[in-house]
């Protein structure tokens, strides 16, 4: 049986900032998969530094029909989401 690609991506993920990281999934059947990850990695980094770096594990963990069912990886420290979610109300 295939491993679903949720989990594909949650472990390309983990090895990319670390087992620590907080990783969730928000997608409807059937639409792109969208991922929140909230690690301390990421501070200091730009977000084009974030992107690259988790992509390079992406593009090194997937093929490519499974990268493009990916729409969006959100790459925030806790703090920087704790923030966001203050200022959403």
């Known amino acids: 049986m295939a491993t679903p690609l949720k989990v594909k991506v949650a472990q390309a993920l983990r090895k990319a900032v670390g087992n620590g990281a907080r990783i969730e999934f928000e997608n409807a059947p059937g639409q792109p998969l969208v991922a929140l990850v909230l ?22 963990s997937l093929s490519a029909p499974e990268r493009r069912r990916i729409a969006f990886i959100v790459t925030d420290t806790p703090r920087e989401h704790e923030v966001l979610k203050a200022a959403a109300g």
């Open 39 to 60: 690690s301390d990695f990421f501070a200091g980094k730009s977000a084009g530094e974030r992107q690259d770096h988790v992509w390079r594990y992406l593009d090194a």
